[in-house]
Nanobody, 123 residues
Framework: QVRLLESGGGSVHSGGSLRLSCEASTSIGRGYTMAWFRQVPGKEREGVVGIDSDGTTTYASSVKGRFTISKDNAKNTLYLQMNNLKPEDTAMYYC?????????????????WGQGTQVTVSS
């Protein structure tokens, strides 16, 4: 099973930017979707954005226009560029991968998860 390692979290002020990275232990092949989820204590984990092997993406409405997902297949790395951050973006961010995903923002579609990286946005 692939191992995923997130990095890049931190603390920023409202309006700031961060770039998260997720390095996979092996190459992610055709048919696999990679995604970013986030979770705050006491709430369910929610999908932020997912990207298929062909580059098709789905963004949550709350981040559309502010966040951008990308991947570097040569480095087995997934990225999340987060701009114009808001306090409500504060959460633990997780990277995940799943095979033949139907709903890119549904947590049950994914079977490999990283440990998470904390993002804190202050007003």
């Amino acid at each position: 099973q692939v191992r995923l390692l997130e990095s890049g979290g931190g603390s920023v002020h409202s309006g700031g930017s961060l770039r998260l990275s997720c390095e996979a232990s092996t190459s992610i092949g055709r048919g696999y979707t990679m995604a970013w989820f986030r979770q705050v204590p006491g709430k369910e984990r929610e999908g932020v954005v997912g990207i298929d092997s062909d580059g098709t993406t789905t963004y949550a409405s709350s981040v559309k226009g502010r966040f951008t997902i990308s991947k570097d297949n040569a480095k087995n790395t997934l990225y999340l560029q987060m701009n114009n951050l808001k306090p409500e973006d504060t959460a633990m961010y997780y990277c995940a991968t799943g095979y033949l995903v139907a709903d890119r923002l549904n947590v049950v579609e994914y079977n490999s998860w990283g440990q998470g990286t904390q993002v804190t946005v202050s007003s």
